[in-house]
């Protein structure tokens, strides 16, 4: 039997023409069949498309570029994986769990709403905004995450342009500026005291009182006078002379 094409078809059962047993098969053979295909249009207007699921992983379509596969679509790609699955010769590229709806990028045991498994060089996450003027995000290969930039070099956050932080800020190491500007850093608390870096120096501002604590020994300077706390024997040292 021989799947034809519609013209060839139609040219075996014109008027007058006398269709042999062959005829008919290629007739059949060249039709779906709802019970062999597992595909249908159930009655209803507003009823889509049925298709049912074949074999142990459950197809539903391929798809192909002249005899070669290129894609799949199926609802089972393992014994527990069950749900939506799309697919090429490299694996699983998009699933979608059936029981959470977890969203899994080239892994089939998505783990979160959103779980990328990064599968070569190219970068996880990457998102643009449509002017395509800056990158707004990005996560490269290695984890590293950049806001407004695509130049990670070896950090694991690099943020282009400004912050707002509320809350507390822990850092467990050092904290280097490369560029003040003229205006420096400056560091503010809840009763508006400051401390300012800048190219003229550090400026100190407060409404009550200043100290300053160094291993055990303290100046603290307020609005009458300076006190200076020492358990060192010196006590005060002016260009060489103790005091």
Known sequence: MAQKIRSELQGLFKTGAKPSQQDFADFIESTL???DDGIEK?????????ITAQGEDEK???????EAKTWSI???????????NISNSGGSKLFIDSSNGNVGLSIDRPTAKLHIQNTGNEDALRIDDELNDTTPFLINKD???GIGTTNLENYKLNVQGNQYIS???K??????VEQITSQGITIKDDHNNSINLSQEGITIDSSTRIKLTVQGSSIEIDSNKITINTSAESGVSINGSNF
């Not at 850092?171 to 280097?176: L, Q």
């Open 33 to 35: 069949n709802i019970k």
């Open 42 to 50: 159930p009655p209803g207007a507003g009823t889509p498309l049925k």
């Open 60 to 66: 539903l379509l391929d798809f192909y570029a002249g």
């Open 74 to 84: 199926n609802q089972k790609p393992g014994e527990d994986k069950v749900g939506l």
């Open 143 to 145: 984890g590293n995450v």
């Open 167 to 169: 809350g507390d800020l």
């Open 171 to 176: 850092v467990n190491g050092i904290i280097e």
